[in-house]
């Protein structure tokens, strides 16, 4: 907090004629970047310990340092606004944008909001880290690595379709939790001057958020054809293998696809 009272202090002196000049924000965002530097190593940190020893007392201490950093970004990046109007190279004025961008999802303003929000996060984190399925018909409950390995080696399309459709009894007692926290991020990304979060996120490109969108669907069309041809050829040779499981044609089922998520087939 005290690093926090000298950035104002600063404003406050280098504000003479009510636009700071390029010097001003030079020395702002050198004071910024410094007191973030600090802050991200510890979170990071304790992020780790949090994520590999999952208990009460890690979750609120990896929520508390996530809450000091994040209301430190979205306090910089409120402060930066002043900063709006400076005429400034556009290397400096990208290290204005990369700071609003520092958090995927940046907390709001409101103490009490920035905690709730980052509770819910860490909350969430270490139930998905600690989520087991267990079978209904007995034996030892399986996490994530368990089930993963399931769907990337077996081939039997019983196993496969019970380790996909397993993991997905873990999220559902998450949705109202996710539900608020989204709800609190697109607060912080607006507090910041974005139109939510997800406008924030297309934001980190050079370019505007809705040509970005366009952008992205331009090169979609590009790729389209050759992606159809290998989902089908993909397609075909699943079919070779579980016969009627996998359709003639329309999407593949994804517990065939070797990846939890589909994200990858190499497997």
């Known amino acids: 907090m005290r690093r926090l009272s000298s950035l104002a202090l600063l404003l406050t002196a280098c504000v003479t004629d009510g ?27 304790m992020g780790w310990v949090a ?16 809450t000091a950093f994040g209301s430190a970004v979205q306090q910089l990046a409120t402060q930066a606004a002043r900063f709006d109007d400076t005429a400034m190279p556009d290397e400096l004025r990208r290290h204005f944008l990369l700071l ?3 958090l995927a999802a940046p907390p709001p303003a409101d103490p009490a909001l920035a905690a709730e929000m980052t509770e819910l996060q860490v909350g969430m984190e270490a139930d998905y880290g600690k989520g087991k399925w267990c079978p209904p018909t007995g034996g030892d409950c399986l996490n994530l690595d368990a089930l993963s390995r399931v769907i990337s080696q077996s081939r039997n399309p019983d196993s496969l379709a019970m380790a996909w459709e397993g993991w997905r009894t873990v999220s559902p007692s998450m949705k109202s939790r996710y539900a608020r926290w989204a709800e609190l991020a697109n607060d912080g990304a607006r507090g910041m001057g974005f139109a939510d979060a997800g406008a924030m996120w297309r934001s980190g490109y050079d370019m505007d958020p809705d040509n970005f969108a366009v952008e992205v669907e331009r090169l979609w069309q590009q790729v389209a054809p050759l992606y159809e ?12 293998r579980y016969g009627d499981l996998v359709p003639a044609d329309g999407p593949i089922p994804a517990q065939f696809l070797g990846n939890m998520w589909s994200q990858e087939w190499g497997n």
């Open 100 to 102: 609003k961008l520092s």
């Open 229 to 240: 041809q290998l989902h089908a050829y993909v397609r075909t040779r699943l079919r070779a």
């Open 19 to 45: 636009t700071p000049s390029e010097a001003d924000a030079r020395a702002f965002i050198d004071s910024a970047e410094t007191e973030l530097a600090a802050l991200a190593v510890p979170t990071s940190q």
């Open 51 to 66: 994520a590999t020893y999952i208990t009460e007392d890690t979750e609120a201490l990896s929520a508390r340092m996530q």
